[in-house]
Structure formats: structure tokens, C-alpha cells
């Protein structure tokens, strides 16, 4: 394991689950009556992510397709993300909100949604398994950190606040999304491109 990787895995998942950009989402299901189970979330969330990155390539490759490839696909979704953090647009629909909040919407789509999904294979292009799972785990204690101090957390960061570090996340996020792609285009080419 490589401390430095282990960082930037962190940071990556940081960036696209995006749990402080979504204070105010977590803030407005309490406000509507609905509870929020910040353990049981978490799990949820966990365990979703944990099986996809090692189920998720042999699923891929049901459909025949490559990890490189998938990269490239991946790398085109964050740089749309980046582009609604940065620009405060909705490109991706969400889901109608429901009563019970816990699982649908926080843990599934708002923390482990098809962005970490993509992004989780995504990485396995570059990270070894060990190092993604570390920084799933990290992102699943900061998550369960701020869905817990969610009410605390309303009363001191402002609105404006969570706007620029989300704006600010957006730029980060932006940048890996060009990284990813300029490291695995060239794969796709090569593994992907038929015979001349």
C-alpha cells in the first residue's frame, strides 16, 4: 500500500460523493420529517461500494467490455459532475425524495450513486484494490461523521460556505477527470479499436 495513492483514492471519492455539497440535500429530508439513520447509511453504503469494486469488472465483463474502457466512460461522467459542482447545474435527474431517507436517497444515489460506482472501476486502472478500499473506507467514516452532525453542522458552516467548497471540489474533480482520461484513452485505442 501507498500512502500517497491511498490519499489520492481518498480524495477522488471525496470529491464525487461530494458529502459536504450535499449538506443542504441531507439538511431539507430532516427538515420534511424524514430520519435519517447515519450508521445504517453508512453500511449501506459500504457494503455497495465494497461489492462493486470487486464484483463490478466481472460484471463488466459480462458485457464485454474493458476496464480501460470503462475508465474513459468513467472519466466522461466525473467531468460532467464537475461541471454541475462547478457551474450549480443539474444535468442528472435525481430521484423523487421518499419517507423513509435512510437508504433511498442518502446511502443509494446521494453517497454510493452511479458516479462513485464509475468512478470506484475507474480507479482500478490505475489503484490497486487495497488502496480503494481503504479510501471507501475513510469516505464511509466522513460520511457517517457528517450525516451525524448533519444538525450541527446546519447551525456553523453557512450556505455560502458549502457553496465554494463545493465549487472548489468541482475544480479538483474536473482536473482528475482529464488526468483519467489522457492515462486511459490510449488503452481504449489500443485494446479497443479493431484490426487495420
Do not use: W
Not at 140 to 167: Q, T, W
Amino acid at each position: 500500500m501507498d500512502a500517497k495513492n491511498i490519499l489520492s483514492v481518498s480524495l477522488i471519492l471525496f470529491s464525487v460523493i461530494d458529502i459536504i455539497g450535499s449538506l443542504p440535500i441531507i439538511i431539507d429530508l430532516k427538515e420534511k420529517g424524514n430520519r435519517i439513520e447515519s450508521a445504517k447509511a453508512a453500511a449501506v453504503s459500504l457494503v455497495l461500494m465494497v461489492t462493486f469494486l470487486y464484483v463490478g469488472d466481472q460484471v463488466l465483463k459480462l458485457f464485454g467490455v474493458d476496464i480501460p474502457s470503462f475508465a474513459v466512460a468513467g472519466s466522461i461522467i466525473l467531468f460532467i459532475i464537475s461541471f454541475e459542482m462547478i457551474l450549480g447545474i443539474t444535468l442528472f435527474k435525481e430521484e423523487k425524495k421518499v419517507k423513509k431517507a435512510t437508504i433511498v436517497p442518502v446511502a443509494f444515489p446521494l453517497v454510493a450513486g452511479a458516479g462513485t460506482m464509475t468512478t470506484i472501476i475507474s480507479l482500478k486502472a490505475k489503484f490497486d484494490n487495497i488502496e480503494i478500499l481503504t479510501g471507501i473506507v475513510i469516505n464511509i467514516v466522513l460520511v457517517y461523521f457528517v450525516l451525524k452532525s448533519s444538525d450541527y453542522l446546519k447551525d456553523k458552516l453557512s450556505p455560502s460556505f458549502i457553496n465554494v467548497l463545493r465549487k472548489m471540489f468541482g475544480i479538483i474533480l474536473l482536473a482528475i477527470a482529464v488526468k483519467l482520461f489522457r492515462d486511459n484513452f490510449h488503452l481504449y485505442i489500443a485494446t479497443g479499436s479493431p484490426a487495420q
